[in-house]
DNA sequence: GGAGATACGCTACGACCTGTAGCGAAAGGC
DNA sequence: GCCTTTCGCTACAGGTCGTAGCGTATCTCC
């Protein structure tokens, strides 16, 4: 697993607990319910899963990346199941991404970590990888999804296809999160409603046009 | 102004030094810049100012409300000439949005803060005064002038025109927020093209079947 | 020109967090 | 059983936070 410090894939020795793992994730989520960003600290973490600082850092070599792999797998639970339209579908994955944003422990360190990442690399492929690239499938599904249903036209250029993909990916994440965290306004069935009615149209539009 | 703690509005006494105040703000940039936003500390900051730490902590409670002030300034680079159509006033205005967002202050210190408003009411009041309200009004005057033009039908229900103004604002910033800063792709003329024209298509599909 | 009020620079300080080192003990593979 | 690695524990140096106390400087009001 990327999750953890690579321990030379040693068979021998004593293996690392997987319920020390677990336990560590866990209290790094309650932590951060509690907590918030700013004042967990790690031996805080340590504290509430029963295990010693130092097992902390043979895992994860801080506070940022220790985060990052506790809050991964919340977005597991993102879907796409298919609702019949494009709109649909693009409010229901909407609102399931804003209630991701709501629970407390996502809230105060979705930011907190994508601000580190500007100066920080390694962590920023690190959130690529377990976070945002989860998120930009459902965009590609969609968007399959839409062009099977005929709502939008097949593809002909692929580069052009691969940029749109993007746009709209930037779009969604970004609208909601903006709404969500900057504005802090409610990602309500209204405001969706709104914003996928936006981009249906917008992407009607350019396609009627030959984008 | 906001900018610094309120102190009695006093008459008497000492005055506060405003070469301590810009001199604060100036070094709070550098340091932004050279140190980015967790190496940065309140001590560091006054070294630069050539300025005591107890004379940082009269002014501001926290690193949070330091960084907000000394970043906020930035924000007054932001206009909005007529250039002609909407599009064109969308595209200059995101592209002088991405220019800061490419400074390395901003960069590193934008999220930050807005990560610690989740669990900061008065510092969220703070960006939203300084900061987000300044971002806004730039989505009001495009609107209008957009109604001036004839581009967009003038509005009927002064409600649904509010909720609109509200959610371009979020998907422009928050498309060219993650975009710059998740994604870490360049908000680049085409790519700016391909947001304004789904916008612009968006709305104009809305107002054609009567939103 | 005092008197009062406030800001300033400086030093010192306790409290906290970081990340590492060293120890003996535990738990696996061969 | 031997080797290797992890475990919990303790201790530690280094750094930061935010405050207190001091004497000095600067401004307003009388």
């Given at each position: 697993m990327c999750s953890r410090t690579n321990p030379?894939?040693?068979r021998t020795g004593r293996p690392r607990s997987t319920e020390a793992d677990t336990a560590i994730l866990e209290a790094?989520?309650?932590?951060l319910v509690e907590l918030g960003w700013s004042k967990l600290t790690m031996g805080d973490v340590a504290g509430r899963?029963?295990?010693?600082?130092?097992?902390?850092?043979?895992?994860?070599?801080?506070?940022?990346?220790?985060?990052?792999?506790?809050?991964?797998v919340l977005f597991d639970e993102l879907e796409l199941p298919d609702l019949g339209s494009l709109q649909a579908d693009i409010e229901h994955v909407v609102l399931q991404f804003a209630?991701?944003?709501?629970?407390?422990?996502?809230?105060?360190?979705?930011m907190?970590?994508?601000?580190?990442?500007?100066?920080?690399?390694?962590?920023?492929?690190?959130?690529?990888?377990?976070?945002?690239?989860?998120?930009?499938?459902?965009?590609?599904?969609?968007?399959?999804?839409?062009?099977?249903r005929g709502e939008l036209p097949a593809h002909r250029d692929p580069v052009a296809t691969d940029a749109t993909d993007d746009l709209i990916f930037d779009v969604i994440a970004?609208?909601?999160?903006?709404?969500?965290?900057?504005?802090?306004e409610p990602v309500d069935a209204p405001w969706v409603a709104r914003l996928s009615a936006l981009l249906v149209g917008g992407l009607g539009a350019a396609a009627a046009v030959g984008g």
């Open positions: 030379r894939n040693s790094t989520r309650a932590a899963a029963g295990v010693a600082k130092t097992t902390l850092y043979r895992r994860w070599a801080n506070k940022n990346e220790l985060v990052v792999d506790a809050v991964a209630a991701l944003l709501e629970r407390p422990e996502t809230k105060t360190a979705l907190a970590v994508v601000a580190e990442s500007t100066r920080d690399e390694p962590l920023r492929e690190r959130i690529r990888a377990s976070i945002v690239d989860r998120q930009k499938r459902l965009v590609l599904a969609g968007r399959e999804r839409a062009q099977q970004g609208a909601v999160v903006h709404r969500a965290l900057v504005s802090a």
